[in-house]
């Protein structure tokens, strides 16, 4: 496992060095996540008899979304290993003793935690002292908090792997158009990244309770609100972990079937 720590660790320094960016990621998410509360609060003023979530938590939960959007964020593309896909690179890769699945996840991986640590304290910070109805409620039990932050983990891996599964697709599609992006749609609605999925219709919550996008965004930050009771959050956490084996599977028996046919392009 050392290469690919190796590989996690030399993403995470590079993304570090990234401060304007990350400086302007917080602008947008701050811009947004308040666009959101401001849009929460004209609903639930107009009619709250409706609302599937008290304002609190969806205030909360909005935040949180933003805080750690980096982590659970799924349209999105390592544009280098698309272009080692559409260029012929990938044949480097390929001559390494390596994992090329495990090369690729540790790369992923390291980027997003690399931008979740330049963004999300600073946005934590600031939604915390923002003025009622506008915060960020911080309070949270030691238990409720030792499972949320092992929901968050699993969900970035489990949203790291799902993300890895478009870039194995780009392999037989070679273009990150389409099918990708359809996917990426879908995943993004699906995961309570747009709203929590208790809003949704009833079909729809049914929909996402049996696939895996829901366990990326909306059940560890509804948990952390207390939307989400513990017993629930537990089992929860052993789906997380069920489709993250699932996943990981299905994504290695597709690289080893596009391997086997893989046309190197370029020069």
């Known amino acids: 496992m050392n290469p690919y720590i190796s590989y996690l660790k030399l993403k995470i320094k590079t993304g570090l060095q990234y401060r304007a960016a990350a400086i302007a990621?917080?602008?947008?998410?701050?811009?947004?996540?308040?666009?959101?509360?401001l849009i929460y609060l004209a609903f639930y003023?107009?009619?709250t008899s409706s609302a599937p979530m008290p304002l609190k938590e969806l205030i909360s939960y909005t935040w949180l979304v933003q805080a750690f959007l980096s982590l659970v964020y799924l349209w999105t593309l390592d544009k280098e290993l698309i272009s080692s896909i559409k260029?012929?690179?990938?044949?480097y890769e390929l001559c390494r003793p390596q994992d090329l699945y495990y090369m690729w996840l540790s790369r992923i991986l390291g980027d997003?935690?690399?931008?979740?640590?330049?963004?999300?304290p600073l946005v934590i910070i600031v939604c915390a002292l923002l003025p009622f109805p506008y915060k960020l409620d911080l309070r949270i039990?030691?238990?409720?908090?030792?499972?949320?932050?092992?929901?968050?983990?699993l969900s970035t891996i489990l949203a790291t792997v799902l993300i890895l599964l478009f870039h194995?697709?780009?392999?037989?599609t070679l273009d990150e158009k389409g099918i990708v992006n359809m996917f990426m749609v879908i995943s993004e609605v699906l995961s309570g990244l747009t709203i929590p999925i208790p809003f949704f219709p009833k079909y729809l919550q049914h929909i996402s309770n049996i696939l895996p996008f829901r366990y990326i965004t909306d059940f560890p930050f509804r948990f952390y609100v207390g939307n989400i009771p513990l017993n629930e959050g537990i089992i929860s956490i052993g789906i997380q972990i069920i489709w993250i084996?699932?996943?990981?599977k299905v994504g290695r028996l597709l690289l080893?079937?596009?391997l086997k046919k893989v046309v190197v392009q370029g020069g």
């Open 87 to 91: 260029d012929g690179n990938i044949a």
């Open 141 to 153: 039990g030691l238990i409720n908090l030792l499972v949320f932050l092992i929901a968050l983990i």
């Open 25 to 37: 990621g917080i602008s947008t998410q701050f811009f947004f996540g308040m666009m959101y509360v």
């Open 112 to 120: 997003r935690v690399a931008k979740v640590l330049l963004r999300f």
């Open 256 to 258: 080893k079937k596009a």
């Open 245 to 248: 084996f699932v996943l990981i």
């Open 168 to 172: 194995i697709i780009c392999l037989y």
């Open 45 to 47: 003023e107009s009619n």
